[in-house]
């Protein structure tokens, strides 16, 4: 019988699994990189800090938002991400050596983030165009007995998700090829909130060349998400069945996980490596 997209396949699967976008963008784009990061939970001890300004640029707007305009201050909006960047600097830090550049980078990521609030705060002010919002907000759903999927929504208003994006974007390429606003539209409108698309909150680095704030929405049409479900229960039958075959290409030179890959391939002391650069799951910092 031909599949349609009315009617995905069910996956053959013994084991519990829980899908998310990240899992899903993980698996497609190296297996073996899945493996180290779902299957062995490890993590490398030395975690890069580029990352730090985005995650409490979010954490900063994730607060902003979950409370009236009325209430929200350019003052807030700074110490939540004085907060959520020191916290998380401490975190990434406190696990390996100091560097000598420790500190230097640092005070530029805390420069950097108050240039982009004070900027969002001077275009938006309370910006009462996006009102009191669920943000970061969990949504999940059963999609057979042993499978589910679940996202997490930077904000969601009663017809829009918003995704704030940070650093230097292009609208296009989040029109046509963001994977994760077709997966979380259609979740909500699986569970029955029928959302009209994501509207791109772009909040561009200092150093941006070519992007400025915009807030661009686009509408998600039942037929761009037809093929959704069907694609996420293939996948999860493939990450049940298939082995976690390594996908060298020239990203692997940007891989957390390349110092393994490299001991496997050359016979190294891979178990090594892990205990002394890598931290498990279920280790503390
Ligand atoms: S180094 Fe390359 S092959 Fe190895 S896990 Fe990373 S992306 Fe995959």
């Given at each position: 019988?031909?599949?349609?997209?009315?009617?995905?396949?069910?996956?053959?699967?013994?084991?519990?699994?829980?899908?998310?976008?990240?899992?899903?963008?993980?698996?497609?784009s190296?297996?073996?990189?899945?493996?180290?990061?779902?299957?062995?939970?490890?993590?490398?001890?030395?975690?890069?800090?580029y990352?730090?300004?985005?995650?409490?640029?979010?954490?900063?707007?994730?607060?902003?938002?979950?409370?009236?305009?009325?209430?929200?201050?350019?003052?807030d909006?700074?110490?939540?991400?004085?907060?959520?960047?020191a916290?998380?600097?401490?975190?990434?830090?406190?696990?390996?050596?100091?560097?000598?550049?420790?500190?230097?980078?640092?005070?530029?990521?805390?420069?950097?983030?108050?240039?982009?609030?004070?900027?969002?705060?001077?275009?938006?002010?309370?910006?009462?165009?996006?009102?009191?919002?669920?943000?970061?907000?969990?949504?999940?759903?059963?999609?057979?007995?042993?499978?589910?999927f679940t996202?997490?929504?930077?904000?969601?208003?009663?017809?829009?998700?918003?995704?704030?994006?940070?650093?230097?974007?292009?609208?296009?390429?989040?029109?046509?090829?963001?994977?994760?606003?077709?997966?979380?539209?259609?979740?909500?409108?699986?569970?029955?909130?029928?959302?009209?698309?994501?509207?791109?909150?772009?909040?561009?680095?200092?150093?941006?060349?070519?992007?400025?704030?915009?807030?661009?929405?686009?509408?998600?049409?039942?037929?761009?998400?037809?093929?959704?479900?069907?694609?996420?229960?293939?996948?999860?039958?493939?990450?049940?069945?298939?082995?976690?075959?390594?996908?060298?290409?020239?990203?692997?030179?940007?891989?957390?996980?390349?110092?393994?890959?490299?001991?496997?391939?050359?016979?190294?002391?891979?178990?090594?490596?892990?205990?002394?650069?890598?931290?498990?799951?279920?280790?503390?910092?």
């Amino acid at each position: 019988m031909r599949e349609s997209k009315q009617m995905p396949r069910m996956p053959r699967m013994s084991n519990m699994i829980t899908l998310s976008h990240s899992k899903i963008s993980t698996w497609k784009s190296c297996r073996r990189q899945y493996k180290f990061i779902y299957d062995d939970k490890i993590s490398p001890i030395d975690e890069p800090t580029y990352f730090a300004l985005g995650r409490s640029i979010h954490d900063s707007l994730s607060k902003f938002y979950a409370i009236e305009p009325e209430m929200r201050t350019q003052q807030d909006l700074v110490n939540w991400f004085a907060k959520s960047l020191a916290d998380d600097w401490s975190r990434l830090t406190s696990r390996r050596e100091a560097y000598p550049d420790d500190e230097r980078d640092y005070k530029s990521t805390v420069e950097n983030g108050y240039t982009m609030l004070t900027r969002y705060w001077n275009r938006y002010g309370i910006d009462k165009q996006i009102g009191k919002c669920l943000t970061e907000h969990q949504v999940s759903v059963q999609l057979t007995d042993n499978l589910s999927f679940t996202g997490k929504l930077d904000c969601l208003t009663s017809n829009w998700i918003i995704e704030h994006k940070t650093g230097n974007i292009t609208v296009e390429d989040l029109a046509l090829e963001d994977d994760q606003s077709f997966m979380y539209c259609w979740l909500m409108r699986k569970v029955g909130r029928p959302v009209k698309g994501t509207v791109y909150n772009i909040i561009p680095s200092p150093t941006a060349q070519s992007s400025s704030f915009q807030r661009v929405p686009i509408e998600r049409t039942d037929n761009e998400l037809a093929s959704v479900e069907s694609e996420i229960l293939q996948i999860a039958e493939e990450i049940e069945w298939l082995p976690r075959l390594p996908t060298r290409s020239y990203s692997c030179k940007s891989c957390q996980f390349r110092m393994l890959c490299r001991a496997e391939r050359q016979g190294g002391d891979v178990e090594y490596l892990i205990d002394s650069k890598f931290r498990r799951a279920n280790e503390t910092a």
